[in-house]
């Protein structure tokens, strides 16, 4: 059972910027995409930024440009690094795993709050 564990959360005001980091268990495989998602209130939770094992992005067109993904594999962890904050980027960020004959594995998320 994989287990991931995020961090980086936070109060910060519009403009600012945030460092979010998801640390997961063993090792990953060629197969395995990983990602952030998060979950507004009253909205369902979506895709932020994925993350396939050699290196290839992909970001939901509201954090395109603004938001970096990045992968430090003998570290095991992924980054999520946000700049340019905006009010509606307010959300619990889950790290999430993507492996071929599990379940999804998400981790316990991450409050991340932007002030105006």
């Known amino acids: 059972q994989v287990q991931l564990v995020e961090s980086g959360g936070g109060l910060v005001q519009a403009g600012g910027s945030l460092r979010l980091s998801c640390t997961y268990s063993?090792?990953?495989?060629?197969?395995?995409?990983m990602g952030w998602y998060r979950r507004s209130p009253g909205k369902q939770r979506e895709m932020v930024a994925t993350?396939?094992?050699?290196?290839?992005?992909r970001y939901s067109d509201s954090v395109k440009g603004r938001f970096t993904i990045s992968m430090d594999v003998p570290k095991n962890t992924v980054d999520l690094q946000m700049d340019i904050l905006k009010p509606e980027d307010t959300a619990v960020y889950y790290c999430?795993?993507?492996?071929?004959?599990?379940?999804?594995?998400w981790g316990q998320g991450t409050q991340v709050t932007v002030s105006s």
């Open positions: 993350i396939t094992r050699g290196g290839v992005t």
């Open positions: 063993g090792r990953m495989r060629s197969s395995d995409v």
């Open positions: 999430n795993l993507l492996r071929a004959g599990l379940l999804p594995a």
